[in-house]
């Protein structure tokens, strides 16, 4: 295997790899040929990945197990089901996406994750983790009931085994004695030990056909015999157990081989090869390096998870020669506009100074939430739960029963997956739980699996809930305070990225919830603006001479303000990085039809379809949500008023 330095700068030689448009072609390839696909495999992605920025180390850590599945398994007719989908980059090179993988993550380009729609390799659509082992089994009961001799892999890893829904997935598995194989592709993310020569050899030995007919025709005999077949059982388990954690997988119901070196491609491919055919539920535990091939990401697979594109450096110009102006005062730079997840961080560690009750918690996401320097500062309370979005709701609804003050800090789109524990687990009991919401709204590369596009509609209908979202930073620092002091579930919900660049305070006062700001006054039609559609709002009410509203909070709404809107002007127009169905808008509309106000509405908001991945800014163009496409929905509202 060729280690590199360094991303190649243009695009490597890959000739054998250039010869495959499907994985067909892997299988008549002997063990050379298929250790060169792998080299220049991994040359390729580190070339496309480069260009296009995007998922990085675990595609590199799974370019052997890709190449040795779908030279063992008849894709796309056996099924081949990828978990966290960021690992299935090398899979969509093998599987005629190999050009195209320059305009990954890019709109109109490749999506970043198995996508059904877009090619018949993608077996099942994924973004979040831990699904693969139930939609595998699935597919493997439908090949059962139609006596089909389908063979069907899951391949998960990368920590989706922290999550409870893959072992319900496995518990089920081993119940209904499915055939189906389970790769583990455990690469420090998840659970580990024992990789080497014998772990390696044993794997072997266990999946040999000498040893399966043996191991039946074993059970055959000890099955008349009292006792026998039990206790050769626990002997197999023990011997095992010896040098890999079979026993959990073993329990379950499933032949545990493993683990062995997952970039070993010989052995990868004779062991899937023996493995493929054999009766019942089958689990090949793998290790794996995240990063593997690349010195930097080997080094830092977390800050290596990802990377941007990299752009390749302009001639510097020549250097101009000025005249010297008399000396005067130079101008002070412009604030650098702060990312919100970085305020944040920061005042999560400001409050945690002044009030030791504070609990900081998420689920995998310490980097993308900015609590790393909490973690550092008051490691004691600090609680990472791993992919396991429903524990950390109700592991903050058991703190809060004991008087902490937990601060759950969870992206919008993994909320969903603890919604039912949101609702029966902390907004039933009235419990002082803080959501921070990050991402909330287009998020860009990563698609419709990750847009927060449903959180407003889905919290503003919980009974108890307060619900603020900042129009900039300075605003998020002071709602984290206001939601940290109320006395109950609140959340303060901010999308990805920077903010428009106001100054944050370091102070910690809270500002007022249920109450919106006036921001300008006009005539005729009132901008209503939720969040982060404010700095547009206020580009369009200077152009239609409107008046703009800062709504500041979702719920409750500002009762007063609102009514006094629909008093004073034409036309209402709510605002909102949300879907219309349910949204802030929806609130207003419910307002203002319990009070019996009769006011022209229209609500922009986002559409109701599965917006699509890109830069945020071409999506919000695209959902008409950039001051112009608010523009020209007002305009056309109005003159359909007027005619």
Known sequence: MKLFDEIPAERPATPLLDTLDTPAGLRSMNQSQLMQVADELRAYLLYSVGCSGGHFGAGLGVVELTVALHHALDTPYDRLVWDVGHQAYPHKILTGRREAMLSIRQYGGLAAFPRRAESEYDTFGVGHSSTSVSAALGMA???????????????????????????????????????????????????????????????????????????????????????????????????????????????????????????????????????????????????????????????????YHAITKLEKPAPAPPPKVEPKAPSEAKPEPAAKPRKYCNVFGEWICDMAARDERLIGITPAMREGSDLVRFSKEYPERYYDVAIAEQHAVTLAAGLACEGMKPVVAIYSTFLQRGYDQLIHDVAVQGLDVMFALDRAGVVGEDGPTHHGALDLSFVRCIPGLVVMAPADEAECRAMLSAVYHHPGPAAVRYPRGTGPGVAVPEHLEAIDIGRAQIRREGQRIALLAFGSLNTAAAEVAERLDASHINMRTVKPLDRDAVLAAAREHDLLVTLEENVVAGGAGSGVNELLAEAGELCAVLNLGLPDAFVEHGKPAELLHECGLDAEGIEASIRRRINALTS
Request: one cysteine or more.
């Open 141 to 303: 009961l439908a090949a059962r009931t139609r006596h089909e001799k389908r063979r069907v892999c899951a391949v998960i890893g990368d920590g989706a085994m922290s999550a409870g829904m893959a072992f319900e997935a496995l518990a089920h598995a081993g119940h209904v004695d499915a055939n189906l194989l389970v790769v583990l592709n455990d690469n420090e993310m998840s659970i580990s030990e024992n990789v080497g020569g014998m772990a390696s050899y044993l794997a072997r030995i266990l999946t040999s056909k000498p040893y399966t007919l043996m191991r039946e025709n074993s059970k055959r005999v000890l099955s008349h015999l009292p006792g026998a077949l039990e206790l050769a059982k626990r002997t197999e388990e023990h011997m095992k157990g010896m040098v890999s954690p079979a026993t959990l997988f073993e329990e379950m119901g499933f032949n545990y081989i493993g683990p062995i070196d997952g970039h070993d491609l010989p052995a990868l491919v004779h062991t899937l090869r023996n493995m493929r055919d054999l009766e019942g539920p089958q689990f090949l535990h793998i290790k794996t390096c995240k990063g593997r091939g690349f010195q930097p990401a080997e080094s830092d697979p977390i800050g």
